[in-house]
Nanobody, 123 residues
Framework: QVQLVQSGGGLVQAGDSLRLSCAAS????????MGWFRQAPGKEREFVAR????????YYADSVKGRFTISRDRAKNTVYLQMNSLKPEDTAVYYC????????????????WGQGTQVTVSS
């Protein structure tokens, strides 16, 4: 199994930046993709960004492209989400997740999830 522990998040104003972190432990050798998702109240969980663990290929949702950057430190088994130019519509609970054998944006493909962290952007 893979355990994911998130840190970061909080309350910021529109235009500010935040960085989320997600540290993996356990069977990190099975990690294929690490991703970030978010869920706003009353909405479905949506894909934000993902990174291919070994080769570092990155993919983003259109809504965050150019503002968010996903990166990873394989030595620390940690994935990051740098969020710049935050908007009120970015307000959500953010989750990191791990996929072990698929590379796509569907939450159902990710078998391990972090505990979630609240990001609130005020206008």
């Amino acid at each position: 199994q893979v355990q994911l522990v998130q840190s970061g998040g909080g309350l910021v104003q529109a235009g500010d930046s935040l960085r989320l972190s997600c540290a993996a432990s356990g069977r990190t050798d099975v990690i294929y993709v690490m991703g970030w998702f978010r869920q706003a109240p009353g909405k479905e969980r949506e894909f934000v960004a993902r990174i291919r663990w070994i080769y570092g290929f990155t993919y983003y949702a259109d809504s965050v492209k150019g503002r968010f950057t996903i990166s990873r430190d394989r030595a620390k088994n940690t994935v990051y989400l740098q969020m710049n130019s935050l908007k009120p519509e970015d307000t959500a609970v953010y989750y990191c997740a791990t996929a072990t054998d698929n590379d796509n944006a569907y939450p159902s493909s990710f078998g391990y999830w972090g505990q979630g962290t609240q990001v609130t952007v005020s206008s």
